[in-house]
Each structure stands twice: as C-alpha cells, then as structure tokens.
C-alpha cells in the first residue's frame, strides 16, 4: 500500500474539519535537553481521534443507519463529533471505565450513547452486533485502512511544521496512532513507542512476534487500553523494527504533573504516557540526538472545571 498517498489524501479530505495543533520547543520536566511537543490534545474533541474519524466518514458512503464506534471515550467522542459535524447519525458504545468526562463529551454532541460494562473490548462486542442488526457503518478506533490513514495526517502535518527531531515518542494503545506515523514516515524518523506496563498490547505482541491478548488496567486503561493491537500497526511495527518501551503508572502521573506544573498543559494520563518514558529514563537519547513527543490526549477525568 502507498501510504504516504492515502495520508496525503486524507490531508486534503479533512482539511476543513480539523485544527492545525501547535508545536513548542521546549526545555523543563527536568531532562538536560530540549523536547519539541506537538500539542495533538488541543484538537476537537481533546484528541488526535477526530483526524481518523473524519477522513473514515469523509472517504466512504455512510449508510441510512448511521454510524457505530467503540470506544474507550476519546474515539467515541471524536467519532460522534465527525457524525453531528456531517449530518449522520451515530451510536456510540463505551465502557463505564471511559469515566464522567469523556461520557460527557460524547453525550454532548447528541449521539446515542450506550455505557456497557466492562472494558474497551465489551464495548466492541456489542458495537459489532449493532453493525450486524442495523448496517450501521462500523468506524473503527484503531484498526482501518482509513483510520491509520486520517491519523497519518498529524505527522504529515508535523513535518510540515517544521519537525527536526531525529527521535518520535508516541503512546499506544490499540496503534492507530503510532501505526500512521510508522505509515508516514517509512523509516525516515526513529519511532519509540511508549506503553503503560499494564496495558502493553504492542510490546506483548511484539515480544511474542504475533498480536496476543493482554490484560488491561491502570491509569491510563481508558484511552490506552487495548486488550490486543491492531493488525496493521503490528505489521508496520514488526516490519520496521521499531523501540518499544513500557512505564510504569507512578511514571505517567508525575509525568502529567510537571506538564501542568512546567508548561500549564493540562492532559490525561495517556497524553502523558510518552514524555513519562523520558523523565523515568525508560528511554535515554544518544549525545545530541533531538527528541519529540506527541501530546495525544487532554480529556483528564474529573472534568477541572466541570
């Protein structure tokens, strides 16, 4: 597959729905070195997961049912959002571990919400028999060619952005993330992917050269809690040879701490998850090697201001 033309592509389809993020420059959380930011929690909905969610509903025919996601919360969001934006209907199924904020995001855009019990994969379970009844289109959260694709567009934007880092730290939980800036980058940047040590679906599989499934649970369980990784990342990231890295819990929180109190970025854990494997010294850059981190997600539970 040509992915750097199906990123290209999605670029332009969703252009008009989704936020340009900032990128900084910046020296604290008390590392020796500079790491350069992009601000992916500043995107509609609080994550990168609009991006995805757009170019799946913008690329394909949407049925008279609507649409159907499930989600750990921030793809749901993402995915209702897109679905109010264009004029399409949309059922959203999420666990009770998505929490207070994120149902409530999701409740805002008018979609139907459905809170099931259990995790990331329950919801999926019954978001699947949904499409099965109804014909309702299924947007996936991480595994689609579409996607990948539209999640693809955050680092095609970054490196229009002027992105210098020889080094990409990105979070994951089910890939699609990570799985498009493998996908967009072909080997060109060193990729780093960056796990909570309870909910390591990349790294088990990985380790064991096949997807596999994982248990699921910590801080950062309900946007990273995929209990296996998606296909596509996995061959991506098996191909390439990538750097995967776990941290623990302790480390994402003090990491999500001096975010807030070094640079006033309030995010979630999983939005913290990758700069974490910096300041724990999960990773250690080589003399000179420039590093960057995605900020993937700001929807911190409870709501600040709610």
């Known amino acids: 597959m040509d992915w750097q033309k199906e990123i290209t592509a999605a670029a332009e389809r969703i252009r008009p729905h989704v936020q340009r993020t900032p990128v900084i420059l910046t020296q604290g959380f008390g590392l020796p070195y500079p790491v350069e930011l992009k601000l992916e929690h500043m995107q509609?909905?609080?994550?990168?997961?609009?991006?995805g969610a757009f170019n799946t509903l913008l690329s394909q025919q949407v049925p008279a049912a609507g649409l159907v996601a499930a989600s750990g919360g921030n793809h749901g969001a993402a995915a209702a959002y897109a679905?109010?934006?264009l004029g399409h209907k949309a059922r959203i199924y999420v666990p009770e571990m998505a929490g207070p904020a994120k149902i409530s995001l999701i409740e805002r855009t008018g979609a139907d919400l459905q809170v099931v019990p259990g995790a990331y994969a329950n919801a999926l379970e019954q978001a699947q028999?949904?499409?099965?009844?109804?014909g309702a289109m299924q947007v996936h959260a991480y595994d689609a060619v579409a996607t990948v694709a539209g999640q693809g567009t955050c680092f095609a934007e970054w490196q229009a952005q002027g992105l210098e880092a020889d080094t990409l730290l990105i979070a994951v939980g089910g890939g699609g993330l990570i799985g498009g800036a493998l996908a967009?980058?072909?080997?060109?940047r060193k990729i780093v992917a960056v796990e909570p040590e309870t909910s390591c679906a990349l790294n088990a599989?990985?380790?064991?050269?096949?997807?596999v499934d994982v248990d699921v649970s910590g801080v950062a369980a309900n946007a990273l809690g995929a209990k296996r990784i998606g296909s596509i990342c996995f061959e991506l990231a098996?191909?390439?040879?990538i750097t995967s890295l776990t941290v623990p819990d302790s480390a994402i929180?003090?990491?999500?701490?001096?975010?807030?109190r070094d640079r006033r970025i309030l995010v979630e854990p999983a939005g913290a998850t990758a700069?974490?494997?910096?300041?724990c010294g999960a990773y250690r850059p080589a003399s000179g090697e420039r590093v960057a981190v995605l900020i993937c997600g700001g929807n911190i539970a409870p709501d600040p201001l709610g």
Do not use: D, I, N
């Not at 599989?205 to 997807?211: C, K, N």
């Not at 929180?253 to 807030?260: D, F, K, V």
């Not at 700069?275 to 300041?279: I, P, S, V």
């Open 44 to 51: 509609h909905t609080g994550s990168f997961k609009a991006r």
């Open 83 to 85: 679905a109010h934006q």
């Open 129 to 134: 028999a949904y499409e099965q009844e109804t």
């Open 184 to 188: 967009w980058f072909q080997g060109s």
């Open 205 to 211: 599989a990985l380790a064991a050269r096949q997807p």
């Open 238 to 241: 098996a191909t390439q040879g």
């Open 253 to 260: 929180t003090e990491a999500q701490t001096a975010l807030w």
């Open 275 to 279: 700069l974490a494997a910096l300041m």
